[in-house]
């Protein structure tokens, strides 16, 4: 009975579509057609055994599980049992939320963006999808990121985003490569290359410097200059030769702010956005002279600095800042080659990322070894391009976080698109984070417990091999590109420059250090130079004796000024005054009858002054008296005796000791007139 539901069973499979009992028209050519499928059993049922009939049942049943005959109809025979896990629907996973943290994020533009994929903002405590900061990323916080987790910095991208570090790698490759990298000014980083800078502006006198700090940004701290003499040698500051013939755009200089998307290292993948800004100076260009060289409206075309300018156009065709397709637009019109000229900027730009690409790959295969379902990087740079008057791009700097206020129209839509593209381009889905979590936990668990100990040995199952993450992620980045480009890869054009020594790097860095460090103890060693210098001419110039003359003037001078206060303080009468006078003056006698101060002193005697005695360390000896000091000492002494009595202080001691009865004898004898003064002050006025 088996065999023969079995035998109907399959008549009734091998039925055709237009065959079937619904849809037959006669009945001559159903009873031909279930003649030959008899046959056809019976041959089946003879020469196979019944595995093979269990196999065609289950290659049947999966036919119509998976609908490759849809016109198949059901029979009155028996059917086959359908094991109930088929049955079963399969339920749809729910796609999980992706999470950004923005705690280091000033930019709206990009919370809005964001919002607008369904990303949900979160703080760093939690397990964050993307992490989108303003700051260049940290080592430490670099370890710390799981294998879902991504960040819009490379470590090591300030290698070509500080302006000192991007003059050393430009320079060591154009020692290595000189027809490659010409494509910016000569470039010296001070005070390491300060002899060699000033050298050259001595000889080419007619150029003009550009002079910048090492990290700043926003034209902050940026001038001009015909001369390296007013600049300190220690002073850390980037050199450039000016450019002194720019492309203009009606009379105005201008620069390009073009947007660049670094989506891995390793690959090294570069897109570049068609879209992006032209910012113009608001003063109309001339050459550089002693008159000009301070209006940063006329040489610098920085935003933050010419949106002060008075003469700063809002117009988006014809203002201050526009666009690049407009900026196309007017140089086709001029009937520039645009293929040609952008030709040559894709390579400005990937020539500059192949110059920090070795320490790209380094730190993020230092920092991230673990990532193997995305890349953990991507970053958008600012790249600056300034045309010559020849239409040649050079590159002025990078900007590892260039700006996203969008505080006009202009800048909405330049910036808005860019990030809509840039997260599209990504694939924010492409990672599920409870998979990877899953993961982690069973690799944490087989590793304490060691149950994966003889793994390598398990018989394991034959499967087609699936795609790597990295070639899902390429190839959605090819069918999503948007408003980018891809300047690299693109064939083997810059495969040369990949073959860079492996010493250069470090050898230029080192040798850079070594400048640095020599130029600081040429320093060190000019300051100590001068102030050993200030200190032989102060010993050269000794302070003289003074003579009587002069010791008169001055203690004539002292008196004055003290008898003035003392008058002010006190009530005086001429009587007092004639007293204190004589006192001083017998003070005066005793002090240059026993100071030598007073006695002349020869000039032979001044001009052969003995030097200074050496001073014995670590002895019971005593010192050298030293002439000099020795009167200067008692100098110093007379005078302190000499305002102590002007200022009446003895008179008050003499007073108070009195009332308190502590004088001795030979003080009242000594002091007596103070006291005969004060009771000739305290006593009436006669009219």
């Given at each position: 009975?088996?065999?023969?539901?079995?035998?109907?069973?399959?008549?009734?499979?091998?039925?055709?579509?237009?065959?079937?009992?619904?849809?037959?028209?006669?009945?001559?050519?159903?009873?031909?057609?279930?003649?030959?499928?008899?046959?056809?059993?019976?041959?089946?049922?003879?020469?196979?055994?019944?595995?093979?009939?269990?196999?065609?049942?289950?290659?049947?049943?999966?036919?119509?599980?998976?609908?490759?005959?849809?016109?198949?109809?059901?029979?009155?025979?028996?059917?086959?049992?359908?094991?109930?896990?088929?049955?079963?629907?399969?339920?749809?996973?729910?796609?999980?939320?992706?999470?950004?943290?923005?705690?280091?994020?000033?930019?709206?533009?990009?919370?809005?963006?964001?919002?607008?994929?369904?990303?949900?903002?979160?703080?760093?405590?939690?397990?964050?999808?993307?992490?989108?900061?303003?700051?260049?990323?940290?080592?430490?916080?670099?370890?710390?990121?799981?294998?879902?987790?991504?960040?819009?910095?490379?470590?090591?991208?300030?290698?070509?985003?500080?302006?000192?570090?991007?003059?050393?790698?430009?320079?060591?490759?154009?020692?290595?490569?000189?027809?490659?990298?010409?494509?910016?000014?000569?470039?010296?980083?001070?005070?390491?290359?300060?002899?060699?800078?000033?050298?050259?502006?001595?000889?080419?006198?007619?150029?003009?410097?550009?002079?910048?700090?090492?990290?700043?940004?926003?034209?902050?701290?940026?001038?001009?200059?015909?001369?390296?003499?007013?600049?300190?040698?220690?002073?850390?500051?980037?050199?450039?030769?000016?450019?002194?013939?720019?492309?203009?755009?009606?009379?105005?200089?201008?620069?390009?702010?073009?947007?660049?998307?670094?989506t891995s290292c390793d690959p090294l993948r570069i897109f570049?956005?068609?879209?992006?800004?032209?910012?113009?100076?608001?003063?109309?260009?001339?050459?550089?002279?002693?008159?000009?060289?301070?209006?940063?409206?006329?040489?610098?075309?920085?935003?933050?600095?010419?949106?002060?300018?008075?003469?700063?156009?809002?117009?988006?065709?014809?203002?201050?800042?526009?666009?690049?397709?407009?900026?196309?637009?007017?140089?086709?019109?001029?009937?520039?080659?645009?293929?040609?000229?952008?030709?040559?900027?894709?390579?400005?730009?990937?020539?500059?990322?192949?110059?920090?690409?070795?320490?790209?790959?380094?730190?993020?295969?230092?920092?991230?070894?673990?990532?193997?379902?995305?890349?953990?990087?991507?970053?958008?740079?600012?790249?600056?391009?300034?045309?010559?008057?020849?239409?040649?791009?050079?590159?002025?700097?990078?900007?590892?976080?260039?700006?996203?206020?969008?505080?006009?129209?202009?800048?909405?839509?330049?910036?808005?698109?860019?990030?809509?593209?840039?997260?599209?381009?990504?694939?924010?889905?492409?990672?599920?984070?409870?998979?990877?979590?899953?993961?982690?936990?069973?690799?944490?668990?087989?590793?304490?417990?060691?149950?994966?100990?003889?793994?390598?040995?398990?018989?394991?199952?034959?499967?087609?091999?699936?795609?790597?993450?990295?070639?899902?992620?390429?190839?959605?980045?090819?069918?999503?590109?948007?408003?980018?480009?891809?300047?690299?890869?693109?064939?083997?054009?810059?495969?040369?420059?990949?073959?860079?020594?492996?010493?250069?790097?470090?050898?230029?860095?080192?040798?850079?250090?070594?400048?640095?460090?020599?130029?600081?103890?040429?320093?060190?060693?000019?300051?100590?130079?001068?102030?050993?210098?200030?200190?032989?001419?102060?010993?050269?110039?000794?302070?003289?004796?003074?003579?009587?003359?002069?010791?008169?003037?001055?203690?004539?001078?002292?008196?004055?000024?003290?008898?003035?206060?003392?008058?002010?303080?006190?009530?005086?009468?001429?009587?007092?005054?004639?007293?204190?006078?004589?006192?001083?003056?017998?003070?005066?006698k005793l002090s240059t009858k026993s100071s030598p101060v007073?006695?002349?002193?020869?000039?032979?005697?001044?001009?052969?002054?003995?030097?200074?005695?050496?001073?014995?360390?670590?002895?019971?000896?005593?010192?050298?008296?030293?002439?000099?000091?020795?009167?200067?000492?008692?100098?110093?002494?007379?005078?302190?005796?000499?305002?102590?009595?002007?200022?009446?202080?003895?008179?008050?001691?003499?007073?108070?000791?009195?009332?308190?009865?502590?004088?001795?004898?030979?003080?009242?004898?000594?002091?007596?007139?103070?006291?005969?003064?004060?009771?000739?002050?305290?006593?009436?006025?006669?009219?």
């Open positions: 009975m088996e065999l023969k539901s079995h035998e109907n069973f399959l008549y009734d499979e091998d039925l055709p579509s237009h065959q079937s009992p619904k849809y037959s028209h006669s009945v001559s050519t159903n009873q031909r057609s279930l003649g030959k499928k008899k046959q056809l059993g019976e041959q089946l049922l003879n020469d196979e055994a019944a595995e093979n009939i269990a196999s065609l049942m289950l290659l049947n049943y999966d036919s119509k599980l998976y609908d490759e005959d849809d016109t198949s109809q059901p029979t009155s025979c028996t059917a086959p049992i359908i094991p109930i896990e088929a049955l079963r629907k399969k339920k749809k996973r729910k796609r999980s939320q992706i999470s950004i943290c923005l705690t280091n994020c000033r930019y709206e533009s990009i919370r809005k963006v964001a919002s607008a994929f369904g990303m949900r903002e979160v703080s760093e405590e939690e397990a964050w999808n993307f992490y989108w900061t303003d700051m260049s990323v940290s080592v430490e916080r670099a370890k710390e990121m799981k294998r879902f987790q991504r960040i819009n910095h490379f470590p090591g991208m300030l290698e070509i985003c500080r302006k000192d570090l991007l003059a050393r790698n430009l320079n060591r490759m154009q020692k290595i490569y000189p027809k490659e990298y010409n494509f910016f000014p000569k470039t010296w980083c001070l005070p390491a290359d300060f002899g060699e800078a000033f050298n050259y502006s001595k000889a080419r006198k007619n150029k003009t410097f550009i002079i910048k700090p090492e990290c700043g940004s926003q034209g902050r701290g940026i001038y001009l200059t015909k001369s390296l003499k007013d600049i300190k040698p220690t002073d850390k500051l980037i050199c450039q030769v000016y450019l002194s013939k720019p492309y203009l755009v009606d009379g105005y200089k201008f620069d390009i702010r073009v947007y660049t998307l670094i570049v956005y068609n879209e992006g800004l032209v910012r113009f100076a608001t003063s109309r260009y001339a050459d550089p002279n002693i008159n000009n060289t301070t209006n940063v409206f006329m040489h610098l075309t920085n935003y933050a600095l010419n949106k002060h300018s008075r003469t700063y156009v809002y117009d988006s065709e014809a203002g201050s800042k526009r666009k690049i397709s407009t900026l196309n637009k007017l140089l086709l019109s001029q009937g520039v080659d645009l293929d040609r000229l952008w030709h040559s900027i894709d390579q400005v730009i990937v020539k500059t990322i192949i110059s920090a690409w070795p320490i790209l790959k380094h730190s993020y295969h230092a920092c991230f070894p673990s990532h193997d379902m995305v890349h953990a990087c991507f970053e958008i740079l600012g790249f600056d391009i300034l045309l010559d008057h020849k239409l040649h791009p050079y590159i002025l700097e990078v900007n590892h976080s260039p700006s996203f206020h969008t505080d006009t129209q202009l800048d909405r839509e330049v910036k808005e698109g860019l990030l809509t593209d840039t997260f599209t381009m990504l694939n924010i889905w492409q990672c599920d984070k409870k998979r990877v979590l899953e993961e982690d936990r069973k690799r944490i668990r087989d590793r304490l417990l060691q149950t994966n100990k003889f793994a390598e040995y398990a018989p394991s199952e034959e499967k087609e091999p699936e795609k790597s993450p990295w070639q899902t992620q390429i190839q959605w980045e090819e069918t999503h590109l948007g408003n980018y480009r891809r300047v690299y890869p693109v064939g083997e054009q810059y495969a040369s420059l990949f073959q860079q020594p492996s010493g250069s790097l470090y050898t230029g860095t080192a040798s850079s250090r070594a400048r640095g460090d020599c130029t600081r103890l040429q320093r060190e060693e000019f300051q100590a130079l001068q102030q050993t210098k200030a200190k032989a001419e102060a010993l050269k110039k000794p302070s003289l004796p003074k003579t009587k003359e002069g010791d008169k003037k001055e203690k004539d001078g002292e008196e004055a000024t003290l008898t003035t206060a003392s008058v002010a303080s006190e009530k005086t009468r001429p009587r007092v005054r004639e007293t204190k006078r004589k006192e001083k003056d017998e003070k005066n007073t006695q002349p002193v020869p000039q032979t005697e001044i001009k052969e002054e003995p030097s200074k005695p050496p001073y014995v360390h670590c002895s019971y000896e005593p010192d050298p008296i030293v002439e000099k000091e020795e009167r200067e000492r008692v100098n110093l002494l007379a005078q302190r005796d000499f305002l102590i009595r002007s200022y009446g202080m003895l008179e008050q001691i003499y007073l108070v000791m009195k009332k308190m009865g502590t004088l001795r004898p030979e003080d009242e004898r000594k002091y007596g007139v103070y006291g005969r003064l004060s009771i000739a002050s305290n006593s009436p006025k006669k009219v």
